[in-house]
């Protein structure tokens, strides 16, 4: 005689109930991402100033910032690296971020992203929440362009024991810009 079971042990019913365990051990397992993040720029020898990327602070915007006409003989515009603010909850872990970064001519975007790591730093106030920071990482943006006009794009990135979570504007990245001049010639000094 074959054995019946009752009806909330039905096929259809362990199906769903696996589901349900499932999503339960899946959320078990918990989230992390990045709640701030800051590019790092030294501009000609004044010091590292934090511009806000993911972040509303009273610092200076990355996004549509214009650092000038630069003379790479004169000027300066080094990279030294990034900010990430992270949390993580329920047995997830941040294990790593970088700044992603490229240098194209304006209007033309092209090349592929350098990446940067940038470390741990400290434990913040709540907890799992985390400061990874790099402020010396001393990259010559300027190296190697010739005269004209040039966006710097940028994005960050937050490893973990799940998916690697992106700050990137909506997939938009963020984009500031600047211009390589030619060294001023006596003739143009009036010399």
Request: hydrophobic share 40%.
């Amino acid at each position: 005689m074959k054995k019946r079971f009752p009806h909330y042990f039905a096929p259809g019913f362990r199906v769903v109930g696996l589901l349900v365990v499932t999503l339960f051990a899946n959320a078990a397992q918990g989230a992390f991402g990045i709640f701030e993040t800051y590019a790092v720029l030294n501009q000609n020898g004044g010091g590292n100033v934090f511009y806000d990327a993911g972040a509303a602070t009273g610092n200076p915007n990355f996004q549509g910032a214009n650092f000038g006409a630069l003379n790479p003989a004169l000027n300066s515009l080094i990279l030294n690296g990034g900010e990430v603010k992270t949390f993580k909850n329920s047995g997830s872990d941040v294990t790593g971020t970088a700044i992603f970064y490229r240098i194209y001519a304006t209007g033309s975007p092209s090349g592929a992203f350098t990446q940067s790591g940038i470390p741990f730093n400290a434990n913040l106030g709540n907890p799992g929440d985390q400061r990874w920071q790099a402020t010396g990482a001393n990259l010559n943006l300027l190296s190697g362009l010739g005269n004209g006009d040039y966006t710097l794009e940028i994005y960050f990135a937050a490893f973990g024991n799940g998916p690697t979570q992106f700050d990137n504007r909506g997939g938009l990245n963020y984009q500031a810009m600047f211009s390589v001049v030619p060294e001023p010639t006596n003739v143009a000094l009036g010399i």
